[in-house]
């Protein structure tokens, strides 16, 4: 694509994500978020750099630039490799293998996939576009984004939008914790104020609770063997939002009611018998219940789900429905690249036409300066005898029609010219 | 010109119809902005239309079945028009709007000819009466959707498969919640209504009045409808057995529409 070229110098992008480079050098790579607009400065001072933007995620690192022409053309890209020594104090020979390189239109298309997260690790994952929209932000602060990268952006966040809305890629969860939230949302629509129980200790419970606790869940109850372990995991989940209880592991039954949704782990088999979730039940008036049995052995006895108001995901059902959003999201990932090509290219027609469109402005607005130059000197000549309101109004309309029947064929050629391809290409 | 807005609101709740299947069944949220607009734009038709009737003909109530399906039509448009906008959800609009279709489109092509002769047509009372009564019918037929899209959400949760599960249907609590806040709305307005229409009996026919089966019908499912209320608040009844009990009342109902036919004193008649 040479449309960058004609006037505003060439874009490029370097960058190593989770495909290209192991956790250890994405680890050296990775800006914090406290340092990244001083980085994003100091990239945008290397020589030849006109604008640039630093995208750094835990599972990408991304420098994107408009460079002149000259530097842009060094390969590799010497203005951006020094800032990674100087910058980060790393060897450029150490990261250079796992560096990936696109330049003009691929690197349109790349930030279009980053922002739509058809680039992610999980694809159609939603915190990419903020985390764009984060860089962006930090980026316009400091300057380092103008008339090239700004409306760039603002294209990338459009079409990431647009992929969300025309295709499915983010409706449905794919990792375990998530699952169980959005199953929980499924059955309590919003989890605010909804109370979470935990039944047994467990990384696994934990990391779901905290998922709940995410979707808006604003009670956690906590029940042990060990009382201390329960005391230590409610205490670990509060927050000044959360409220957190205990109940002794004895009175499991008796107070289990007081949950919307229970994660158990204990591993010591049926913990929940159908007589537990029918008490359960007549004790919530009927209210459903959600357990997320994430124990092996099972913690809750695979029946109550025939229960009316019991629901009982395991994990085999939990990791079931995760493959199954995986497989729906892979087939809607093909939309959306079919999107994000259509938008390359409509973006890259815009650029080419850009030029054409500042002289046709230009043209016309000569043009006018002109007329209304001419009407002037005209009404001054005609001062001792003025012509009528109406009179004027029909000079007026005859000028503009001769204006615009004389500039209809430069216009027709500019725009022409604009739309073919120069011979290089 | 009250049949040509009549018209016109048909075709609109037509397209809103026609728009809510893929806003709901296929999570298509930009035919939601044809879908409400649409369904809105009928709605204020309808509205004008009935208007425009009632005011030519001086009178403030439907006389005849079409205008009273028609009245209805509006009020179950105006429903999903209000689950839209309190709830966000489509689903409803799969089953309000079609039928706020052909109530509307019966009456919009071949207007009734039946009509009622009452002392009390062009009163107020009357009009409350029969208002009342449509908007517990329509409060009744969304608990009866609610309830079902309740039923088909908590089915298709517990098989477990993901591929099958519509992201179209509301959340089993918003459902509930939609089903016994319809009830709790339309027994006041069925209580009302029942009431009204007693006192203009009372006054107009006498104690007779309460021995034709439709009136005696109206009062049972009056009694069908405070049962189901207090079962659903004490026991907190759900899923299949709430469709039951709620396909039962509505079947109450149409006993009591279709009772209009062996009425002697309240039945709409032909002029």
């Given at each position: 694509m040479s449309e960058l070229k004609k006037n505003s110098g060439s874009l490029l992008l370097l960058g190593v994500n989770h495909t290209t480079a192991p956790l250890d050098v994405r680890e050296r790579l990775a800006i914090p978020v406290s340092r990244l607009a001083d980085a994003t400065r100091t990239l945008a001072h290397q020589p030849g750099v006109r604008e640039a933007l630093i995208l750094s995620t835990c599972n990408r690192v991304e420098l994107l630039t408009v460079q002149d022409d000259v530097v842009a053309a060094a390969v590799p890209p010497m203005g951006m490799l020094r800032f990674l020594h100087d910058y980060l104090n790393l060897p450029a020979n150490e990261i250079e293998p796992h560096v990936y390189e696109f330049r003009e239109r691929e690197a349109i298309r790349h930030l279009f996939r980053v922002a739509s997260s058809l680039?992610?690790?999980?694809?159609?994952?939603?915190q990419i576009l903020g985390q764009v929209k984060e860089s962006w932000t930090v980026a316009r602060e400091v300057g380092a984004v103008k008339s090239t990268l700004d409306p760039l952006l603002q294209r990338a966040f459009s079409v990431a939008k647009k992929v969300r809305t025309e295709t499915q890629i983010g409706s449905s969860t794919v990792s375990i914790a998530s699952v169980a939230a959005e199953l929980a949302r499924k059955i309590f629509g919003s989890l605010s104020g909804k109370t979470v129980l935990i039944v047994g200790a467990g990384k696994m419970s934990d990391l779901a609770a905290r998922h709940l606790i995410q979707q808006g869940a604003t009670t956690l109850l906590v029940s042990n063997r060990t009382e201390a372990r329960a005391e230590k995991i409610a205490d670990s989940l509060r927050t000044p939002a959360i409220t957190t209880g205990v109940i002794p592991f004895d009175q499991l039954h008796e107070q289990s009611h007081r949950a919307d949704i229970v994660i158990t782990s204990?591993?010591?088999?049926?913990?929940?018998t159908p007589a537990h979730a029918r008490a359960l039940l007549h004790r919530r008036r009927n209210r459903p219940i959600f357990f997320i049995d994430i124990a092996v052995p099972r913690?809750?006895?695979?029946?109550?789900?025939?229960?009316?108001?019991c629901f009982v995901y395991d994990m085999d059902d939990l990791q079931q429905v995760a493959a199954q959003n995986q497989a729906v999201r892979s087939r809607e990932a093909e939309a959306a690249e079919s999107i994000v090509s259509r938008e390359v290219e409509r973006y890259g027609e815009r650029l080419a036409q850009a030029p054409a469109t500042e002289a046709i402005k230009q043209l016309l607005l000569d043009a006018e300066t002109l007329r209304q130059q001419e009407l002037a000197r005209t009404a001054q000549r005609l001062s001792p005898q003025p012509l009528t309101p109406e009179q004027l109004a029909a000079i007026d309309a005859l000028t503009k029609s001769l204006t615009a029947k004389l500039l209809h064929p430069q216009i027709a050629a500019l725009r022409e010219a604009a739309n073919t391809p120069e011979p290089d290409e | 010109m009250s049949l040509l807005w009549l018209r016109v609101a048909a075709l609109l709740y037509g397209i809103a119809a026609l728009a809510v299947l893929p806003a709901a069944l296929y999570s298509r949220p930009r035919w939601r902005h044809i879908a409400v607009p649409a369904a809105l734009a009928g709605a204020f038709f309808h509205f004008v239309s009935i208007a425009e009737t009632f005011y030519a003909a001086h009178r403030a109530l439907p006389v005849d079945t079409h205008e009273t399906l028609s009245m209805l039509g509006l009020l179950l448009a105006a429903a999903f028009l209000l689950l839209a906008a309190r709830y966000r959800t489509m689903s409803f609009g799969i089953f309000l709007l079609p039928v706020a279709v052909l109530l509307t489109i019966v009456p919009a092509f071949r207007p009734g000819h039946e009509t009622i002769a009452y002392p009390f047509v062009g009163t107020i009372w009357l009009f409350l009466h029969v208002a009342l009564l449509l908007a517990a019918y329509a409060a009744l037929f969304l608990s009866l959707i609610a309830s079902l899209l309740y039923l088909i959400q908590e089915r298709l949760l517990k098989q477990k498969r993901a591929s099958q599960q519509p992201t179209w249907l509301p959340p089993l609590e918003t459902t509930d919640q939609i089903a016994l806040k319809s009830l709790l709305f339309g027994l006041p307005c069925m209580t009302a209504g029942l009431l009204i229409g007693s006192a203009i009996a009372l006054q107009t026919i006498g104690p007779t009045f309460f021995a034709d089966p439709k009136v005696l019908l109206s009062f049972a499912m009056w009694v069908a409808y405070m049962l189901m209320i207090f079962i659903r608040r004490h026991s907190g009844l759900r899923g299949r057995r709430a469709v039951y009990l709620s396909s039962f009342v509505f079947l109450v109902v149409l006993a009591v529409w279709a009772a209009n036919q062996l009425s002697v004193v309240h039945r709409f008649k032909a002029p």
């Open positions: 680039d992610s690790m999980v694809v159609g994952e939603p204990t591993g010591a088999g049926h913990v929940f913690d809750v006895a695979p029946e109550i789900n025939n229960l009316e108001g | -």
